[in-house]
């Protein structure tokens, strides 16, 4: 923790939570419990970011397209992903944590819809940390929504064509009312961004972590965003040293 600088922390922090299977795999185990311990490193995270003060956490726990994995690894990813939500309830309603969900939310089970719904209900007063869970999710998908809607208030004569400017689109899509990602950490190795957030992510900070998702920890998270704090975020502008750059140059 001493690491991190308590001034400047990322606003919103997503995180692809990536390599269930593979820390399965290297110890013979199935899929499964890799994903279950998986829902352990979830819980010390979303504790660990309650205590560093983040306002804003989004978990990218199942894609749109995770849908085509095998029925039984979908099936223990909703009993997961359902015990979760029963165990951690006490824990988010006494933290002040709002407990969000952005997806195709229609397409989930009704045994996960039954303890979802409630608890989104519940917490939405809470304003300590909102921790948004990204359920049968795709960023493109959200993007084709929100341009749907668009159309059709286009097409009902509520706004006219030249209403439709990128802040309108931000507007409409839910896994940015708690603004843009700062910072996004994918786990398990890989470099790419999988369909996730792809609309807010246009001046995110990334940072890819070799650690498999079952043994992100604290310090994990705390390195992610130290190393954040290190970057200097320009936001299509020149920063400080590019500024005086352009001034030599001239
Ligand atoms: C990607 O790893 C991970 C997922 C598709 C699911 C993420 C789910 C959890 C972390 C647990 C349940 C979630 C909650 C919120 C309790 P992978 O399976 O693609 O791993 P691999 O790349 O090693 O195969």
Redesign the pocket.
């Known amino acids: 923790m001493d690491l991190v600088e308590a001034r400047n922390l990322p606003g919103h922090v997503g995180i692809i939570?990536?390599?269930?299977?593979?820390?399965a795999?290297v110890r013979g185990q199935p899929?499964a419990v890799?994903?279950?311990e998986?829902?352990a490193?979830?819980r010390r995270t979303v504790r660990a970011a309650r205590r560093l003060g983040l306002r804003a956490l989004t978990?990218?726990?199942?894609?749109e397209q995770?849908w085509a994995?095998p029925e039984e690894e979908v099936d223990a990813?909703m009993h997961?992903?359902k015990?979760?939500l029963l165990n951690e309830r006490e824990e988010i309603l006494d933290n002040g944590i709002r407990l969000n969900a952005v997806g195709n939310l229609g397409r989930l089970p009704a045994l996960v819809r039954a303890v979802l719904d409630p608890l989104r209900s519940e917490s939405q007063q809470n304003d300590c940390m909102t921790l948004t869970?990204a359920l049968s999710y795709g960023g493109r998908e959200e993007i084709a929504q929100a341009a749907r809607e668009l159309a059709k208030a286009v097409a009902a004569g509520r706004i006219r064509p030249d209403d439709v400017t990128a802040d309108a689109m931000h507007a409409q899509m839910p896994s940015l009312s708690v603004g843009d990602p700062d910072l996004v950490i994918r786990t398990?190795g890989?470099r790419r961004i999988s369909n996730f957030l792809l609309y807010g992510l246009a001046y995110a900070e990334l940072h890819f972590a070799d650690v498999?998702?079952p043994d992100f920890c604290e310090k994990d998270l705390f390195a992610a965003i130290a190393s954040y704090q290190g970057r200097e975020r320009r936001f299509g502008l020149v920063g400080g040293s590019g500024a005086s750059i352009t001034r030599i140059a001239i």
């Open positions: 939570m990536d390599g269930n299977g593979r820390w795999q899929r890799g994903h279950r998986g829902a490193a979830v978990l990218y726990a199942f894609s995770n994995r990813l997961l992903l015990d979760f869970l398990g890989e498999l998702w």
